[in-house]
């Protein structure tokens, strides 16, 4: 089946970039929003203002559109489930539900017998001791819900701090999980069409700073058995959920050789901003044409960097490159400057990232270096 007029739930830079790639291949891209001046209600061909705890105009979205898809886990599930009796929705709400809750999370991984770190759901204080007997000591304390970029977690290296960081935590069902000792954190996307096909994106090495992504480098460096465990292993999630639409598995790769799922994003991913440049096709192209119908397209690509341009890098600037949306007007087909159109820069906020591509990931690296003391230079008044 063809739709050709897609919805996405959210309005974020994720959302902004695939309406611009459903564009791109002759979609209608539609977005619910919650202001007009954000992202993608900037670039998208028809824009629903309204707010998430408003069931009926969701609904009325829906009616709008033949599938919708989602750029954020963060959204009421029961809303997104009558939005889907009335337009396809992709990746499932079924899915949707496990991703935006660590407890159901980490139960379907272990339901599916994929590798995972130790874990145990805590959902009152009682359970802390015997979950830390479970998983052992450190260990991280996470909220099942509205977690992300590092918030909504704390590291526990006794009992007494379990109790504490709980409390802290807002007293709130958690995971505690064993803390992992890993050599790289990775990333994998996978995208599955309605046909039952599958592909995937060469293996995303992350780099973090203060729990935000900082920099992905891809293909991976790590050695190729790990990379082809990783790939299997988002196969075999992709395939136990029946995906439709993308999916991306954040994994670990530990010191002592195994990789491990660290959680599960159905939608585009802050990783993957490369591949704008540097694959066949863009992880958000990829998911259009998966929802829509069209045939999954070819995903080989060119080594890359990507690296992220977060509010504090413009804090000191009289200028505001970061308002326009795109690529700047000197970017080609081998680096470029893609801002999300935002109009106040924050410190942490995502404002834009640099891609760079290369015959090698150290030219990808340098380029994007490059790149990064130009506008350092142009825009920095520290610098």
Not at 41 to 51: E, N, P, W
Not at 98 to 105: G, V
Request: with cysteine; hydrophobic share 40%.
């Amino acid at each position: 089946m063809m739709y050709k007029n897609i919805g996405i739930i959210g309005d974020g830079q994720l959302a902004q970039m695939t309406c611009q790639a459903g564009q791109a291949l002759g979609l209608t891209m539609s977005v619910y929003a919650t202001d007009a001046q954000n992202p993608a209600a900037l670039v998208a061909d028809h824009v629903h203002l309204g707010q998430l705890n408003d069931m009926d105009a969701m609904i009325a979205f829906a009616k709008g559109v033949d599938v919708i898809t989602y750029d954020t886990e963060l959204l009421p599930i029961q809303a997104v489930r009558a939005m889907a009796k009335y337009a396809k929705a992709y990746p499932s709400p079924d899915l949707l539900s496990i991703a935006q809750n660590r407890i159901r999370e980490r139960a379907f991984l272990k339901e599916h017998a994929i590798p995972q770190p130790k874990v145990a759901p805590i959902e009152q204080a009682r359970d802390l001791n015997e979950a830390i007997d479970q998983v052992g000591l450190p260990c991280v304390l996470k909220t099942a819900e509205q977690g992300y970029d590092g918030k909504g977690q704390a590291k526990i290296t006794s009992y007494e701090q379990a109790q504490e960081a709980y409390i802290a935590l807002g007293e709130v069902p958690c995971t505690l999980e064993a803390w992992v000792d890993y050599e790289r954190e990775m990333s994998v996307i996978v995208a599955g069409d309605q046909r039952g096909s599958y592909t995937t994106f060469a293996v995303i090495d992350n780099e973090h700073q203060d729990h935000i992504l900082y920099r992905s480098i891809a293909p991976s460096t790590l050695p190729d058995a790990v990379q082809q465990e990783a790939i299997k292993i988002a196969l075999s999630i992709a395939k136990a959920c029946q995906l439709v639409g993308l999916l991306t598995i954040e994994m670990f790769h530990t010191r002592d050789g195994r990789v491990l799922v660290n959680e599960l994003a159905p939608r585009p991913h802050n990783s993957g901003h490369h591949t704008k440049l540097s694959a066949r096709t863009s992880q958000f192209a990829e998911l259009c044409r998966a929802i829509s119908g069209l045939p999954l397209g070819p995903t080989e690509q060119k080594p890359a960097v990507m690296i992220n341009l977060l509010g504090d890098f413009f804090l000191s600037s009289k200028e505001k490159p970061y308002q326009q949306v795109g690529f700047t007007d000197d970017s080609d087909e081998e680096s470029g400057v893609f801002f999300y159109g935002k109009k106040e820069a924050r410190k942490g906020r995502k404002m834009g990232h640099v891609i760079a591509t290369g015959v090698t990931r150290e030219m990808a690296s340098m380029r994007a270096e490059q790149r990064i003391r130009q506008l350092e230079e142009r825009y920095r008044d520290d610098v």
